[in-house]
């Protein structure tokens, strides 16, 4: 099979990676790619090309497939697929791998998912969706202004603010409704109890009518070691996590997979993609605070790193509607992913640091580092975004993960870099 991915971060790699390892692939290209997508090799020994088109490049990602005869095209962020990459290449009898655009809207208007959950008695926040200012501060005077404000659309991850008290509610209602923030994504917005727990990320793969759930895992979104500094998309994952056993996760994925696949047949929704809930355990039970509708990053380095399926086969079911006759098999090792990012992000960063080590690490067991923002510039890879690598390894338990995965990235040095130290260690 002839296959296309696009994105260009470390999510990607981890695709590009466990899908060039697959007997099925002959030729594989990536769009836009990165260096380290570029070094990847297919079992005949062809080379992974990276072509030069952006993610959210519609037209020349169609005119891209339609050259090479593409028998499958797979998309890693959610922009395209809210754009409607997936209704545009089926409309050109192309076949596509991720959500429609009118499942994409679970992930591109939180208004829509909160509706939704309301109405299949998915268990989530307490919450209200608001198109005027005024009434929007009255409701989080309600909470107490103890609540979280959330932009309608996609806000490139910013678009939500937790908020203590009243004032810095009302502030947060005025910065996405009034001023504008997150331009038209603050036209509406939900405004959600505040609630405490542990979150972790679930995964699930969908066809249309079967759902099969993914291990646990959980992100760190923070910057800085104990959770602290600002929000960012992601510093590091591990999977699987032992705040739920296998027991509770069944019945977690039953209380939101089932409700949820009906509520999309009802409301006439093909879901056929990765549905990536983000979960708050509370004390009251499981609550979902947000849909995503693809692969999480970096969540996907450390699932990938343990599926033992063959990855084409799975996705080719997933856009088919032939996923029930598959089985989701799962490594028993452990996966810990750490990202090692530029000095500053989330914040302004330089670009174009050489990165040194990389080779070292590579002859290290068990152990892959995935690119996410690199380039090569002379012959030489450097730094080419906020995030740079996800330094994954697996282990016969998060410890040992932990340990290998930290090994690796002591072998690594690039001006500035900056990375958690204590990823995985709240499982610990
Ligand atoms: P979202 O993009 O909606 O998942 O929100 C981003 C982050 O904000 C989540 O990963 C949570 O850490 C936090 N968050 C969102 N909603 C809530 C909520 N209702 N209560 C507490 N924290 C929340």
Not at 22 to 38: F, K, R
Not at 233 to 240: D, K, R
Not at 393 to 421: M, P, S, W
Request: hydrophobic share 40%.
């Amino acid at each position: 099979m002839k296959i296309l991915v696009i994105g260009s971060g470390g999510r990607e790699h981890a695709l590009v990676w466990k899908l060039a390892q697959s007997p099925h692939v002959t030729e594989l290209w990536c769009a836009p790619g990165n260096a380290g997508i570029a070094e990847e090799r297919l079992r005949n020994g062809r080379k992974v090309v990276c072509v030069d088109f952006a993610a959210d490049d519609l037209p020349s990602l169609l005119g891209c497939a339609q050259i090479n005869k593409t028998d499958l095209t797979v998309v890693g962020p959610d922009n395209p697929l809210a754009l409607g990459i997936v209704d545009l290449f089926q409309a050109n009898g192309l076949k596509i791998w991720g959500v429609n655009q009118k499942a994409a809207q679970f992930e591109s208007s939180k208004v829509f998912s909160q509706k939704f959950m309301e109405k299949y008695g998915i268990p989530t926040a307490s919450a209200g969706t608001f198109s005027e200012a005024g009434p929007a501060k009255a409701f989080c005077a309600t909470l107490g202004g103890k609540c979280v404000v959330k932009a309608d659309g996609l806000a490139l991850g910013k678009g939500v603010l937790i908020c203590n008290n009243q004032a810095e509610a009302e502030k947060a209602v005025d910065e996405i409704m009034v001023t504008k923030a997150f331009g038209a994504a603050g036209t509406r917005v939900v405004i959600q109890e505040f609630l405490e727990g542990i979150e972790v990320s679930l995964h699930a793969l969908c066809d249309g009518k079967t759902a099969k759930i993914f291990p646990t895992s959980q992100d760190h979104k923070r910057a800085l070691d104990g959770d602290l500094g600002l929000n960012t998309g992601g510093m590091g994952t591990y999977s699987p996590t032992p705040f739920l056993t296998d027991a509770q996760l069944a019945e977690v994925a039953k209380k939101i997979l089932d409700p949820f696949m009906r509520g999309c047949v009802a409301e006439g929704i093909d879901y056929r993609g990765i549905l990536y809930p983000g979960v708050m355990l509370t004390k009251n039970g499981p609550k979902i605070l947000e849909f995503n509708a693809r692969f999480g990053d970096p969540e996907t380095q450390v699932y990938l790193t343990r599926l033992e399926n063959d990855l084409v086969e799975l996705l080719d079911a997933s856009a088919s509607g032939t996923l029930a006759k598959h089985e989701l098999k799962w490594k028993s090792e452990a996966s810990v992913c750490v990202i090692m990012a530029s000095g500053g992000y989330p914040g302004n960063y330089p670009k174009g640091k050489p990165i040194l080590g990389l080779a070292e690490a590579t002859k290290l067991p068990h152990t892959k580092v995935f690119h996410a923002g690199t380039a090569l510039k002379d012959g030489q890879i450097v730094t080419n975004g906020g995030r740079v690598l996800g330094v994954t390894a697996l282990g016969k338990d998060l410890r040992a993960a932990q340990a290998a995965a930290y090994a690796a990235v002591e072998t690594i040095q690039f001006e500035g870099a900056h990375f958690r130290r204590d990823i995985a260690a709240k499982a610990l």
